[in-house]
């Protein structure tokens, strides 16, 4: 099955909602429950792992099973939480990869990830930051590496 196969942009997570609750302000959710199931990936001329961007929700992204787009090395078990307006997309390592790849159609299968996103900040509890012993300091770093590609005499 394709989901908004469109020849140009990636889809936006959103069309991946399976559940919401919606607050009394319209377009905006208390709470809004997403599943990345697998998916073909079908989309020209553009960039097909999740954009990098900055949300007015608080996101809580966790892999089931396989593998997750933005980052191949978020196994199984793992999750990853993006405050409000925290900037956050794909690692240098996939940025590098999918910008080389030849865009034909690939079915992304074998994995199953889940995102939660809500309007209200979400926090890491002292059990789950301190006590759990799993959270991975570095994650920062994930992001670093990148070449800077701007050029700011590019004309299309």
């Not at 559940?19 to 990936?41: E, H, N, Y």
């Not at 954009?51 to 996101?59: A, F, I, L, Q």
């Not at 933005?70 to 307006?85: I, V």
């Not at 956050?88 to 994995?111: A, C, I, Y």
């Amino acid at each position: 099955m394709v989901i908004n196969a469109v020849s140009f942009d990636h889809a936006d997570p959103s069309i991946f909602t399976v559940l919401t609750c919606p607050s009394t302000k319209p377009g905006v959710a208390v709470a809004d429950f997403v599943i990345f199931p697998p998916r073909w990936f079908v989309q020209e001329n553009t960039f097909r792992p999740p954009y990098y961007h900055r949300n007015c929700m608080s996101e809580f992204m966790g892999n089931i099973y396989g593998r997750y787009d933005a980052k191949k090395d978020n196994l199984p078990g793992g999750a990853t939480l993006h405050s409000m307006m925290t900037p956050h997309g794909p690692d240098s390592k996939t940025f590098d990869r999918t910008s080389q790849e030849e865009l034909k159609p690939v079915k992304m299968e074998g994995t199953m990830s889940f995102m939660f996103e809500s309007s209200y900040s979400l926090a890491l509890t002292e059990w789950g930051d301190k006590t759990c012993s799993v959270v991975d300091e570095d994650y920062y770093k994930c992001w670093q590496g990148f070449t800077n590609n701007f050029d700011p005499n590019w004309k299309p």
